[in-house]
């Protein structure tokens, strides 16, 4: 079964603090890690993928297949990076996307 | 349109009554997805489109719940004999084709309350 675990439902650092947010995943293949983001009062929108190995707005992800874990990650948060981060995963020959729970982030300033 | 339009947005209803959700896909899109997002839930997949063929509704809560796709591009989500746990935020997303490389984009969602 695919499953997306993010264990923090909310986190919140001060500004120019690194940021992390958690993500863990359970799939026996080689799967597929996202980042989505959904500013307030916006649609959810990409933030990133593993294997595009792209930095996004100073945020990148690097996927762990040992620790089975997509954490994302930023040296020095800023203000607008307030959001809600969801990871998700694609398995194999499944179209869907396997969605966590998601991280409400909060940049204090 | 630029993006995945979803309608209505906002949608009041008793329970018992049936909803029909309605989303129009990027245009050239493909690929055409339902999710359901529940208070203080994650993003629940419930089916997807290729075309206007539907290879996996594993998603689908119950046998109340159906979609359908006409002419490769619109959507409808049917709920029938609504209950209150069926409130959610459900969201549309199309991308171009299936398959690695295709970036999945959603719309802003249609909120719906069962009442």
């Known amino acids: 079964a695919q499953r997306v675990t993010q264990p923090e439902k909310l986190l919140s650092v001060f500004k120019g603090a690194p940021v992390e947010l958690k993500c863990n995943y359970s799939?026996?293949?080689?799967?597929?890690l996202f980042w989505y983001v959904q500013y307030s009062r916006q649609r959810l929108q990409l933030l990133l993928r593993?294997?595009s190995r792209e930095s996004i707005k100073g945020f990148t992800a690097d996927l762990n297949k040992g620790e089975t874990s997509f954490h994302l990650k930023k040296p020095f948060a800023q203000e607008e990076d307030s959001a809600m981060y969801y990871c998700?995963?694609?398995?194999?020959?499944?179209?869907?996307?396997?969605f966590g729970q998601g991280t409400r982030l909060t940049i204090n300033p | 349109g630029a993006g995945v339009s979803q309608s209505p947005s906002n949608k009041v209803t008793e329970k018992g009554k049936d909803v029909e959700l309605r989303c129009d896909p990027i245009?050239?899109?493909?690929?055409l997805y339902w999710y359901r997002q529940s208070l203080g839930q994650g993003l629940e997949f419930l089916i997807y489109?290729?075309?206007?063929?539907?290879?996996?509704k594993s998603g689908l809560p119950s046998d109340r719940f159906s979609a359908e796709r006409t002419g490769g591009s619109v959507s409808t989500l049917t709920i029938q004999r609504t209950q209150q746990e069926d409130s959610a935020v459900y969201l549309c997303?199309?991308?171009?084709?299936?398959?690695?490389?295709?970036?999945?984009?959603f719309g802003e969602g249609s909120w719906l309350t069962v009442v």
């Open positions: 245009s050239g899109h493909t690929a």
């Open positions: 593993h294997i």
């Open positions: 799939y026996s293949g080689s799967p597929e």
């Open positions: 997303a199309s991308s171009l084709n299936l398959g690695s490389g295709n970036t999945i984009y």
């Open positions: 489109f290729q075309g206007n063929s539907a290879p996996d």
């Open positions: 998700a995963l694609k398995g194999g020959g499944a179209q869907k996307l396997v």
